[in-house]
């Protein structure tokens, strides 16, 4: 636990530092607090606080390329310097070779947005995301916004969630966050009157997370709007993601005036404003997962210097942005891979390539521990002095892929990742085992064991161990043969499945508030317990064998002092982690007593037993 209050120039400053340190949510005032303070370095590090409970010392960038496949527009927003009219002598239109042209095999998100031209047939945008997943299936389509999602309706009458099913069947992952502008009628009849305004924009996002589309959400700011337009429009995002969960990032948006009309061309947005709005969202969007630095609009250096104000996405390289660059962006048109790298290792933090639902993919950096960002590992981490090490939150599947490739030095492994790689491993004498049941590993079924085969089920993307385990149990406790398909990370549509396998903190939320027509919940550990009468281990402690000795020791030490204070007291960062899942202080004290840290005899001969089953049981198809 950070303990900066003394620090604090701006004294009223503290007692919003102490709802976030007791979990309590900011409210509108709290957010003018935070806009007049001048304390701009306290403020920074209360989102720093903030970002590292989130994210550990990770900082995302992905391989991507945006698609602006055409400038011409129908509408006539007033903030835009990008649209033109049919005939324009600076008109274009990309056709689909042309779009495939861009795209290189490295890339592995592409950013489809564009004007909306009266003369297009729907099939063309659908196309456009179809060829690019045939041509390029590693490359996932983040396409259209709402504003171009609500045009299709409207031109081609064909309802929200059609548009949307048809382009998810042929390769949409993801949507933008563009054209969320600012949700104030006010701003939005002076500017960009002909478009969607709040409501609708909401509704699409919420309806695309509804059928497992996850979605970004932006904040066009700088121009007319309000200081209290910027909040409320911040406050409308964190109630819908209160209600869907289904958006992964945040973008401030700083507004370009370029030949705009709306602000002379040199009125840009001030850093001072730029990163007071990173941070200021960071704390307000406590459910956001990510807040993004969008280093096209805001320039490298802000956002280099953002990435200790609360933001831990970098996007990516962004391949020949234009709409940005057209309102007079002065940032380069693209950043090289190793450019970014340096960017993010020159703020401390580790620079993270990610996928288009934030899985890391590959890790740039030395002394990387892996933390699995679940509420049962905080006694390891809550006292963990970083000394020479780095902390990436991953999920334990991806933890052992990262490790596999050499970029984890040690973690809490997921127990079957340390059983494929125990020969580059050595234990480190902890564990996560259960006692009897676990609470967070959980079936949601709507049929009885026994009825379970041949059936589909819905496996998260996040377990390892988990997901043989429930194999386990279905062929040699119950003799059932079930088919098992990954979901993506985030929000999913688990309607078709007849059970649905979740693990950490979304299966604790879910043993919460159930999981809508999946009557039927069965506790993985307490399955195995009835069966064994042996303790579950999920995950151990483990390092890399050719670790140096010095390091090993150090690693050791920190861990013994974080889970020595961690049993002494309740911590603190485990009564905030388990009131973000909607877990009392009383339950979230039960839950943790449920697990032994130790790795004693007593694991180890459940280790050896689960090993020995997970062997006798044909090629695994799930990995
Ligand atoms: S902002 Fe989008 S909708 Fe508005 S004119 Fe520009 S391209 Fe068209």
Request: proline share 3%; charged share 25%.
């Amino acid at each position: 636990m950070l303990n900066m209050n003394q620090n604090f120039r701006d004294k009223n400053l503290l007692p919003i530092f102490q709802k976030l340190q007791s979990g309590e949510r900011l409210s509108l005032e709290d957010g003018l607090t935070l806009y007049n303070t001048n304390d701009i370095i306290s403020l920074g590090k209360m989102a720093n606080y903030v970002q590292q409970r989130k994210s550990g010392d990770a900082v995302y960038f992905v391989l991507n390329q945006k698609i602006e496949h055409t400038n011409i527009c129908v509408l006539s927003c007033k903030f835009c310097d990008f649209a033109v009219k049919k005939g324009d002598a600076n008109a274009y239109e990309m056709t689909t070779e042309e779009i495939l042209s861009k795209i290189t095999p490295e890339i592995t998100e592409v950013h489809i947005t564009g004007g909306m031209p009266a003369d297009w047939k729907w099939e063309r945008y659908v196309d456009i995301v179809r060829s690019i997943h045939e041509k390029f299936p590693n490359a996932d389509a983040k396409a259209y916004t709402a504003v171009e999602i609500d045009f299709f309706h409207k031109k081609f009458k064909i309802s929200i969630e059609e548009v949307l099913r048809q382009l998810k069947a042929v390769g949409l992952r993801t949507m933008p966050g563009g054209g969320a502008e600012i949700f104030s009628e006010r701003v939005r009849r002076l500017l960009f009157n002909q478009k969607i305004g709040g409501n609708v924009w909401l509704n699409i996002h919420k309806t695309a997370h509804k059928m497992g589309i996850p979605t970004n959400a932006t904040m066009l700011y700088g121009h007319i709007e309000t200081i209290e337009e910027r909040l409320i429009h911040m406050l409308k995002l964190r109630e819908a993601q209160d209600e869907t969960g289904g958006f992964l990032t945040f973008i401030p948006l700083a507004f370009q005036p370029g030949d705009t009309g709306i602000k002379p061309s040199n009125q840009f947005t001030s850093a001072i404003d730029d990163l007071k709005t990173i941070a200021i969202s960071r704390l307000m969007l406590d459910n956001f997962p990510h807040i993004k630095a969008y280093w096209v609009m805001l320039t490298e250096e802000v956002a280099s210097v953002a990435l200790n104000f609360g933001a831990d996405d970098m996007d990516g390289t962004v391949g020949h942005e234009r709409i940005a660059h057209d309102a007079g962006a002065i940032s380069p048109m693209q950043l090289t891979k190793e450019h970014i790298i340096k960017i993010i290792k020159d703020a401390g933090k580790i620079p993270v390539e990610r996928d288009v639902y934030y899985n890391p993919l590959n890790v740039y950096a030395d002394h990387v521990v892996g933390k699995i960002p679940y509420l049962n590992s905080i006694p390891f981490y809550a006292h963990f002095e970083k000394r020479q090490f780095r902390i990436l939150p991953v999920a334990p599947r991806r933890m052992g892929v990262l490790s596999e490739k050499g970029q984890i030095d040690a973690g809490l492994f997921s127990l079957m990742d340390y059983f494929k790689q125990d020969e580059n491993l050595e234990l480190m004498g902890w564990c996560l085992a259960s006692r009897d049941q676990v609470k967070s590993v959980t079936l949601f079924s709507k049929e009885g064991w026994g009825d379970l085969n041949g059936k589909k089920i819905g496996i998260t993307d996040d377990t390892a161990t988990s997901v043989h385990l429930l194999r386990v149990l279905l062929e040699k406790k119950y003799n059932v043969h079930a088919q098992f398909e990954r979901l993506h990370a985030g929000v999913n549509d688990v309607s078709a499945y007849d059970a649905v396998l979740l693990i950490g903190d979304e299966a604790m939320k879910r043993n919460k508030s159930g999981l809508h027509g999946f009557e039927l919940v069965y506790d993985l550990a307490k399955e195995w317990y009835d069966w064994k009468k042996m303790p579950f281990v999920f995950a151990v402690w483990a390092m890399k064998k050719s670790l140096d000795e010095s390091l090993k020791n150090a690693l050791k030490e920190i861990i013994t002092h974080s889970l020595e204070k961690s049993e002494i007291d309740f911590v603190a960062d485990a009564r905030l982690h388990g009131n973000e899942i909607g877990w009392s202080e009383e339950e979230t004290r039960q839950y943790l007593e449920g697990f032994n840290f130790h790795l004693g005899e007593r694991e180890m001969e459940a280790m050896m037993e689960f090993r020995s089953l997970v062997l006798d049981i044909e090629t695994v198809t799930v990995r």
